[in-house]
């Protein structure tokens, strides 16, 4: 049987701290959906349709990973409906820092009250990207700053393109 684990965010943009928790997550699992959140509660900088190519770049051009054994969505339901559509029973969530952890713990409450048959499991990125998130990098970015210690190659020209 097939361990499928789906990795919930909002990606925008990847970060070298995301292909981290990917890279560990393609040793514990045989797939993985990487699934780019939709929800309208937050103001995204790139569409759902923009992130999933920033990430197929990414990951399968800049990084060479295998695509038989990632898949990249895009999804706008509850991430337990998610795991159901794709026989998972793991959600896969990456911690950064302490501050992260009540978020997490909170939202893995949630998700095992909506199906207790989900296991949300936490990684981390390795210490020189536990600092990196998205917000900072579009900070930086879009203040004229050099971010390619934080992200691949293609997603710096996205950023690029998106703020000149």
């Keep these: 049987m097939n361990k499928i684990a789906i990795y919930p965010g909002t990606f925008d943009p990847i970060t070298y701290g995301h292909i981290d928790v ?11 959906v990487v699934a780019i959140s939709d929800g309208e509660n937050k103001d995204y900088l790139f569409s759902p349709e923009e992130r999933i190519h920033i990430v197929k770049k990414a990951l399968f051009f800049d990084l060479k990973l295998k695509k038989n054994k990632i898949e990249i969505i895009s999804f706008s339901s509850l991430t337990t409906d998610l795991c159901k559509k794709y026989k998972s ?16 713990f909170q939202l893995a409450g949630m998700n ?4 207790n048959n989900i296991e949300t499991i936490f990684l981390m990125s390795d210490v020189e990207n536990q600092i990196i998130s998205s ?3 579009k900070e930086i970015i879009k203040l004229k700053g050099d971010i390619k210690k934080f992200t691949t190659k293609s997603t710096i020209k996205f950023l690029k393109n998106k703020y000149e």
């Design 135 to 137: 917000k900072f990098v």
């Design 22 to 32: 990917i890279k560990k997550s393609l040793k514990l699992f045989d797939k993985l």
């Design 89 to 104: 029973n793991i959600i896969l969530r990456g911690l950064r820092a302490v501050s992260d952890f009540e978020y997490e």
């Design 112 to 115: 095992r009250k909506l199906n």
